[in-house]
Every structure is written in C-alpha cells, then in structure tokens.
C-alpha cells in the first residue's frame, strides 16, 4: 500500500535530478496516470537507460536519500526518502523498448509514459482517451491471463477511481482469470486485499472483487456468509451486516470523535500505530470487522419457536481467524490480534445490562480483552451502529454509554497496566509459599483487589493473601 502524499512544505520527489543524470528516462504506470488526474502519490516507476544501481546511487547521493536493489534478476533499484516521504524505483530499459514494455501493462491508463526531459506522452494504448473517457480497458487481451493478480488490482483501482467505468471486455477477460488467482503467491494476494479494504471505499473494492469472481478464490470465508440470515435484532444477513461493520469501522477510524468526543485525540494515537504486516491498529480493525461473524455459518442454530443462535461462533471466529492469516502469509501477531479482536467482540454487549461497572467488573474486562480492549472496544461499537433490527435504537444508545463509560479505562490501561501491590517474591516470603501457580493466583487476586481499591499498604496486601491462601476452594 501506499503512504500518504507528502503535506505542505514537504520535499517532493528528485525527478528533475533523475532527469539530468538519466536522459533519455520515462515516468511509467500510476505516477503518470495520478499526474495527469490530480491526484497525489509518493510511488513513481521509472524506466531508465543505462545503470540502475549507478543511477540510484548517484541521485540518493544528491537527494539525501536510501538507495537499494529490489531485483537482481531484472536490475531494478529502489531510492527511497528519508522518512518514507516518496520512493522512485528504476528499471533498465528493456532490449524491446519502451513501447514493447507499455504493451505488457495491465490497463491502458497505466501504459503511459512521460519523459522525465521534457515532450509529449508516450501512449501506444490509447490510454490518454481512456482518462478522459473515465474508461477502465485492459491493454491486450492476455492482460489478466498474464498476471491474474491484476483481477484483484483491477477492482482496487476501480473503487479507488469511483467515477470510472470498467470496459465490459476488461470485465470479461478479469472474471475469466479470476480462477487463476489460486496460483498466485499468497503474499501478493494479501497486499492487494491490504489495499482494498485499507482504500477509501472498502465496501466498493469487495464488491467489485466478488463481482470479478475473485473473493471466493482469495476470501471465501466471506462469500460463505451470504445469504446466513439472523435474528429479528438484526436487519441484515451476515454477509452485508459485516460489510456495514466495515464500514462503521473505518468511520470510526477516522473520526473517533464523533462517539468518544474527548477522547478522539488519544484514540487517534493508537489507531495510527503500526501493528504488523504493514498495517496500522486502525487498518486491523478494518480486517477485525471483515472476520469478526466469520464463523456464523458454521454455528447457525435454531431453538425453540424459530429463535436464530451462533453459539460460540466468537471462539470457533477467532481459530478462523488464526487460520486465514496464516493461509494468506500474514504474521502471526497479526493472526493473534486479529483472532484476540474476533473472540471478545461480544463482551462489551453482554455488559451493558450491568452497567454503570464496579471496578472488579471493568477490571475483568479489560483483562479478558488485553491487549486489544481499545481496539474491541471500538470494533464492538462498529457491530453495535451496523445492527439495527428490533429494538436497536435504544440498544445503540445503551451501548455507545457502555463503551465511552470503558473507554478511558481502556485507554489508561494501554500506558500503566495495574500490577500487583507487591512483588512475587515478597509475597512469597511473607506467606511461606514456593513460587508455582498457586503465587501466581494469589497475586492476580491482589491485583485485581488493588485495581478496585480494596487493598491498603503492604501489610494489608499480605493479610488479604493469606486470608486467600487458606481460604478453601472447591
């Protein structure tokens, strides 16, 4: 995926630089197409004649910037700024030629090249009628058959350019391929699933995949929950009630604000640090909404007079979860947060007839949740807004208080989690006691007394373990 355009005031791409030591070079592929449609990038393809690696390193050299290989085999170089403001990868000048290159691009709009040293565009596909035309057409007819993961790249491109229109052969020849998506290399499968449901209109690039035919080669766990219908609490079937959870996610994500008020600022923090896999907390969210029901269809039940259940569809979700990621090549921190995010998304509602919480309540709570209680907490909001069957909207009402009333706590937690009002060893010698399970017990319980203000100083701490300790159990 890529970042973010450079904001005001900062260093744009060395183009012009590369120009000067590379002449003739060209400007190739999205960069030219987001140019001439006004829209910011930070990824530039260039073709350069001559060295790669001589080139990358003279212009890191003079832009202060990284220079490294991306490819042996093709003598492709990366220049990447300081910071990761831009990148610039350059790629030798293929014997064919410019054009020959241009013809095996996947879509006419992105088989433009603009000389870096000035002159019109180079566009041997017709690709300039194309932008204007608001078209999406393949350059040849083997585009996809090519490189199959240009299906998924094609419904991505398509929801981020929502005013343009797929050509109805680039849609036939994309759903022909699709099939062929199941021999692509999983870790590029992934990146380009990051990118849809990461973009701007994450409802529209599924829509447009499952459309191709591409969602049940590379997520057929979603495909699967069309069609699942639920209860009279839910106005939706499983499929488009997790699309709106999407949704209500990523809203969420970018505004806090708009249900946590205050508390916006702090939210933002944490949904803006990395995770894993490229991703930050605020884009796992997004893949939290995409699986959280993920395994309704395998706990659908009916009980009594027609009363629809899931049960334990949260923990069966969580070890699908697990599953998923590791079939598409993801991390497995990402798998643990992930299915952390799937089997405690319901904890939050089972609250909210409880509420206002004691603290041995919230204390729970945000014990079961670590380390994603901020993170469920807003993916159980998201589920809550996209649930509007019977009785929701003071259900929505309740559980809005139920979360914001959490959320600070939630919040605190991430920076100063509780710890015992005494060390293990300690404890240890004061009561008599090897370290093992039973010490391990002992100072949860401590804890968690001391989180809800039940324990004074030291001693107070020991009287109440050994009070504990000797307590009997059973």
């Known amino acids: 995926m890529s970042g973010p355009a450079p904001g005001p005031g900062a260093a ?204 049940e080669i590379v997520l057929p766990e979603l495909v699967a929950l069309h069609g699942v219908q639920q209860s009279a609490y839910h106005h939706l079937d499983v499929h488009d009630h997790t699309i709106a959870v999407l949704e209500r996610a990523a809203e969420l994500a970018r505004d806090p604000s708009a249900v946590f008020g205050e508390l916006a600022g702090e939210l933002a923090a944490v949904l803006d640090e990395p995770l894993a896999d490229e991703l930050t907390r605020g884009q796992a969210l997004r893949f939290g909404a995409l699986l959280h029901d993920i395994a309704k269809p395998a706990t659908r039940t009916v009980v009594g007079e027609g009363q629809v259940r899931f049960f334990d569809h949260d923990v069966q979700g969580a070890e699908v979860a697990v599953a998923l990621v590791r079939r598409l090549r993801g991390s497995e921190r990402l798998a643990a947060h992930l299915a952390a995010l799937t089997r405690h998304h319901l904890r939050l509602g089972f609250l909210v007839s409880r509420m206002p919480l004691g603290r041995r309540e919230l204390y729970r709570y945000l014990v079961a949740c670590d380390p994603v209680g901020v993170d469920v907490t807003l993916l159980s909001v998201a589920d809550r807004l996209a649930t509007l069957g019977r009785g929701s909207d003071a259900a929505v009402e309740r559980h809005l208080e139920a979360a914001r009333a959490l959320m600070p706590a939630a919040l605190q937690w991430r920076v100063a989690p509780p710890r015992p009002p005494l060390r293990g060893d300690e404890l240890a010698r004061a009561l008599g006691i090897a370290p093992g399970p039973v010490l391990g017990r002992l100072l949860a319980e401590l804890t968690e007394a001391a989180y809800a203000g039940e324990v004074g100083d030291a001693a107070h701490a020991v009287a109440l373990a050994r009070e504990l300790h000797e307590r009997p159990t059973g």
């Open 12 to 215: 744009g791409p060395p183009l012009a630089e590369l120009g000067a030591l590379a002449d003739p070079a060209w400007l190739v592929g999205g960069a030219v197409r987001d140019e001439l449609l006004g829209r910011p990038t930070v990824d530039y393809d260039v073709i350069v004649t001559g060295d790669a690696r001589e080139l990358a390193r003279a212009l890191a050299r003079r832009a202060d910037a990284f220079a490294f290989a991306l490819s042996e085999a093709f003598g492709a170089w990366r220049v990447l700024a300081r910071g990761g403001g831009w990148r610039i990868d350059m790629t030798p000048l293929a014997a064919a030629g410019l054009e020959a290159d241009l013809a095996q691009r996947d879509l006419t709009i992105n088989a433009i090249a603009r000389p870096l040293h000035g002159g019109a565009p180079i566009d041997p596909s017709g690709g300039l009628a194309d932008l204007a035309a608001r078209r999406l057409r393949m350059v040849g007819p083997q585009a996809f058959a090519a490189d199959p993961l240009r299906v998924a790249r094609l419904a991505r491109l398509a929801a981020e350019l929502s005013e343009f229109a797929i050509d109805p052969d680039t849609a036939r020849a994309a759903s022909a391929s699709a099939s062929a998506l199941v021999d692509v290399s999983a870790e590029r499968v992934f990146a380009e699933l990051r990118s849809i449901v990461c973009g701007e209109r994450p409802a529209a690039g599924l829509e447009l995949l499952e459309r191709l035919g591409a969602t």
